[in-house]
């Protein structure tokens, strides 16, 4: 497969090109990912939201008995 570069090669690439090159995809893919982000976010609170709660320390029939005998 050919000679290995040396630690110090893959160091300056890094710096000298993969740096740069994070940065300008940066520009392409935070905005990307902040509007993901805010879509699983606003997704899990309209969920929650739509979920009836039942307290953990009540069983569902003391729930549905509960509810039952409320006016």
Request: glycine residues 4%; hydrophobic residues 40%; charged residues 20%.
């Amino acid at each position: 497969t050919g000679p290995q570069p040396r630690p110090a090669q893959n160091a300056w690439w890094l710096v000298s090109r993969g740096i740069p090159w994070l940065g300008r995809r940066a520009n392409d893919v935070v905005p990307w990912a902040m509007r993901l982000a805010a879509t699983e976010l606003a997704t899990r609170a309209r969920a929650r939201r739509a979920t009836p709660v039942v307290h953990t320390h009540q069983t569902a029939d003391t729930h549905a008995q509960a509810m039952s005998e409320s006016p």
